[in-house]
Each structure stands twice: as C-alpha cells, then as structure tokens.
Nanobody, 123 residues
Framework: QVQLVESGGGLVQAGGSLRLSCAASGRTFSYYGMGWFRRAPGKEREFVAAIRWGGSSTDYADSVKGRFTISRDTAKNTVYLQMNSLKPEDTAVYYC????????????????WGQGTQVTVSS
C-alpha cells in the first residue's frame, strides 16, 4: 500500500478556485493510478476524477467536467486537483486514493486512502 496525504482545502466563494494536492509515499511505483473522491454531508462518497501514473489517461465525473483538472507530478509523487468555477454543491470532504490495477469510478477500485481535506464553497 501507499500513504497519502491531502492538502489545499479551505473556504472559498462560489466562482472561486482551489488546488488540492495529494502527496504519495511508499510503493507508488506498483500502482496504476490515482483518483479523487468526495463526500458531502449526508451523502455517499462519490467519484470526482482519476489519472494514470504513466501516460495521460484521465476520467472525470460529469458534474465536474470542464471545471476540474487532475494532474500528476511523477517526480514528486504528487497528484493535484485544480478546481475552478466552484459551486456550493462542490462542498465536501475530498479524498485521494490509489488504484492498484486500473482506473475506476468505484470506491472498491482503490485500496489506499488519504485522511481527506475539507472544501467549503459559500454562495
């Protein structure tokens, strides 16, 4: 497994931007890719975006497509989530996770998780 630490959350007004970071350590070379999920109060954890460690394959939830961008810096073992045009409905705890085999939109496709970082978007 790998250890994941998220940072970059905070309070922002609607229409604003934030960039989340996820620093990975451990056996990162053995993992296929990374994903971002979020959990809003009273809701299930949902997929946001995912990216391969090697190559440029990415995937986005429809709700964030065109507003969020996932990227990675393999030299730093860090994955980023640039969030623009934020909406109040983007308020949630955001988690990064490591995918051992393939990119997935399911929670079950990831076996290592960070502790989460709170993002709050005010209207």
């Amino acid at each position: 497994q790998v250890q994941l630490v998220e940072s970059g959350g905070g309070l922002v007004q609607a229409g604003g931007s934030l960039r989340l970071s996820c620093a990975a350590s451990g056996r990162t070379f053995s993992y296929y890719g990374m994903g971002w999920f979020r959990r809003a109060p009273g809701k299930e954890r949902e997929f946001v975006a995912a990216i391969r460690w090697g190559g440029s394959s990415t995937d986005y939830a429809d709700s964030v497509k065109g507003r969020f961008t996932i990227s990675r810096d393999t030299a730093k073992n860090t994955v980023y989530l640039q969030m623009n045009s934020l909406k109040p409905e983007d308020t949630a705890v955001y988690y990064c996770a490591a995918a051992p085999i393939f990119l997935s939109r399911r929670v079950s496709g990831y076996d290592s998780w960070g502790q989460g970082t709170q993002v709050t978007v005010s209207s």
